[in-house]
């Protein structure tokens, strides 16, 4: 709410300009509020409330002055005393859409953009299946008939949850500015039960990792040669799309990847941020992609907004590991193959979770500078071709 600050002799004050067809209504043209606080912080929340509570009085203005001009259309005194009480309280209350936007103008500040699509997505189908209805008028009932609709559409329990989270956020949101609304009717929905009905992705073998090197590694084009960038390297496909030049650095024949957050793509846990080794076949398609794009992202045809991107070029990926493995296999299945590659080869346990950017287990794990880049180079040049680990 930085617009509505001012600051004189280090405190601040909160100012607002009065709308022109509200001026005739206030003693001045500006409304000027002394916070007592030298903290932007501070300053910051306050500003936020007397923004909505000014917000809200001027809705209710204008409602008054718009009801004043509607009264002379209805006959009798209580015919029209019930016009003006009926029309005043919809004209001053939050629709839905306004409500998200409110809330988004807010909890968005530093989020990444799935936080704002998801939103948007989980209001627009709550808006379609019981009308764009206020927040001081939306019930049990309406959150019922939400969650009766997504079961007819045979949405999943987890899917529905995560609706339900958001709508009750919102809400939540406009109760903590000290607007009177009723209970929150999002809250405690009962829900079916999640079905445990998905089968486990399953490790590639070595064999079929052995095939897609074969039918790949020699192909010209962007998406092939990220399949060989996450052939040997164990990266989420998250990971391996919003890779940047700048992250990469040569050892040899050899590459690492300082994996860290980046504008493009966020990462999924704290044990994510990591040092990536890159050999064999993978080390001469990241090369092939750098001779290319020497700077920025590495697969620009895909790098932007990735975590945006994710499911469509994962829907690509594995059309084509069906085509060349059959049913079953995925491109997070070479991940899970990482993982039981270097369990093989007797690499330490320890070694594995810093690879794989994996939870680490045990107190000792915190202990220390962890590996060098010579070392991981090391412990996965054993589930490649002899050689391809060296370091000159």
Same mark, same amino acid.
């Given at each position: 709410?930085?617009?509505?600050?001012?600051?004189?002799?280090?405190?601040?004050?909160?100012?607002?300009?009065?709308?022109?067809?509200?001026?005739?209504?206030?003693?001045?043209?500006?409304?000027?509020?002394?916070?007592?606080?030298?903290?932007?912080?501070?300053?910051?929340?306050?500003?936020?409330?007397?923004?909505?509570?000014?917000?809200?009085?001027?809705?209710?203005?204008?409602?008054?002055?718009?009801?004043?001009?509607?009264?002379?259309?209805?006959?009798?005194?209580?015919?029209?005393?019930?016009?003006?009480?009926?029309?005043?309280?919809?004209?001053?209350?939050?629709?839905?859409?306004?409500?998200?936007?409110?809330?988004?103008?807010?909890?968005?500040?530093?989020?990444?953009?799935?936080?704002?699509?998801?939103?948007?997505?989980?209001?627009?189908?709550?808006?379609?299946?019981?009308?764009?209805?206020?927040?001081?008028?939306?019930?049990?009932?309406?959150?019922?008939?939400?969650?009766?609709?997504?079961?007819?559409?045979?949405?999943?329990?987890?899917?529905?949850?995560?609706?339900?989270?958001?709508?009750?956020?919102?809400?939540?949101?406009?109760?903590?500015?000290?607007?009177?609304?009723?209970?929150?009717?999002?809250?405690?929905?009962?829900?079916?039960?999640?079905?445990?009905?998905?089968?486990?992705?399953?490790?590639?073998?070595?064999?079929?990792?052995?095939?897609?090197?074969?039918?790949?590694?020699?192909?010209?084009?962007?998406?092939?040669? #990220?399949?060989? *960038?996450?052939?040997?390297?164990?990266? $989420?496909?998250?990971?391996? +799309? /919003? @890779?940047? =030049?700048?992250?990469? %650095?040569?050892?040899?024949?050899?590459?690492?990847?300082?994996?860290?957050?980046?504008? #493009?793509?966020? *990462?999924?846990?704290?044990?994510?941020? $990591?040092?990536?080794?890159? +050999? /064999? @076949?993978? =080390?001469?398609?990241? %090369?092939?992609?750098?001779?290319?794009?020497?700077?920025?992202?590495?697969?620009?045809?895909?790098?932007?907004?990735?975590?945006?991107?994710?499911?469509?070029?994962?829907?690509? +990926?594995?059309?084509?590991?069906?085509?060349?493995?059959?049913?079953?296999?995925?491109?997070?299945?070479?991940?899970?193959?990482?993982?039981?590659?270097?369990?093989?080869?007797?690499?330490?346990?320890?070694?594995?979770?810093? +690879?794989?950017?994996?939870?680490?287990?045990?107190?000792?794990?915190?202990?220390?500078?962890?590996?060098?880049?010579?070392?991981?180079?090391?412990?996965?040049?054993?589930?490649?071709?002899?050689?391809?680990?060296?370091?000159?």
């Amino acid at each position: 709410m930085a617009a509505y600050l001012m600051q004189k002799r280090g405190f601040y004050y909160f100012t607002r300009k009065v709308p022109l067809d509200l001026i005739d209504l206030h003693t001045s043209g500006r409304i000027q509020i002394a916070l007592r606080t030298k903290s932007r912080k501070e300053a910051g929340m306050l500003a936020t409330f007397l923004n909505a509570e000014l917000e809200k009085k001027w809705r209710e203005l204008r409602a008054e002055v718009s009801t004043r001009q509607l009264v002379r259309f209805f006959k009798g005194q209580e015919a029209k005393q019930d016009a003006v009480e009926s029309l005043s309280a919809k004209l001053t209350e939050t629709s839905f859409k306004e409500a998200a936007a409110g809330y988004l103008r807010e909890r968005a500040i530093g989020r990444d953009q799935r936080f704002t699509v998801s939103t948007n997505r989980t209001i627009s189908r709550y808006v379609e299946v019981t009308g764009n209805v206020s927040l001081e008028r939306s019930s049990r009932e309406h959150a019922l008939k939400f969650r009766e609709d997504m079961i007819s559409r045979g949405f999943s329990p987890s899917t529905m949850k995560r609706h339900f989270a958001i709508l009750a956020a919102v809400y939540a949101f406009f109760e903590d500015t000290g607007a009177a609304l009723p209970k929150n009717p999002f809250r405690r929905i009962a829900l079916p039960q999640e079905p445990n009905l998905r089968r486990p992705r399953r490790p590639l073998t070595e064999e079929e990792i052995q095939v897609l090197e074969e039918r790949f590694s020699s192909r010209d084009d962007e998406l092939s040669r #990220l399949i060989m *960038l996450l052939l040997h390297t164990g990266m $989420r496909l998250s990971e391996g +799309l /919003g @890779v940047l =030049a700048e992250e990469c %650095r040569p050892i040899g024949q050899n590459f690492i990847i300082q994996l860290a957050p980046n504008e #493009l793509r966020r *990462l999924k846990t704290a044990s994510s941020r $990591r040092i990536v080794p890159v +050999l /064999g @076949v993978s =080390a001469r398609a990241l %090369r092939n992609q750098l001779a290319l794009h020497p700077t920025g992202p590495v697969f620009p045809k895909y790098a932007t907004q990735p975590d945006m991107k994710r499911v469509t070029v994962s829907q690509l +990926l594995n059309s084509r590991f069906k085509v060349a493995l059959g049913s079953g296999a995925t491109v997070h299945g070479l991940r899970h193959a990482f993982r039981d590659r270097l369990r093989a080869a007797e690499v330490p346990s320890e070694a594995v979770d810093f +690879l794989g950017g994996w939870a680490r287990r045990g107190v000792g794990a915190s202990y220390g500078d962890g590996y060098s880049a010579e070392q991981l180079i090391s412990y996965v040049s054993r589930i490649l071709p002899c050689g391809c680990g060296t370091v000159s």
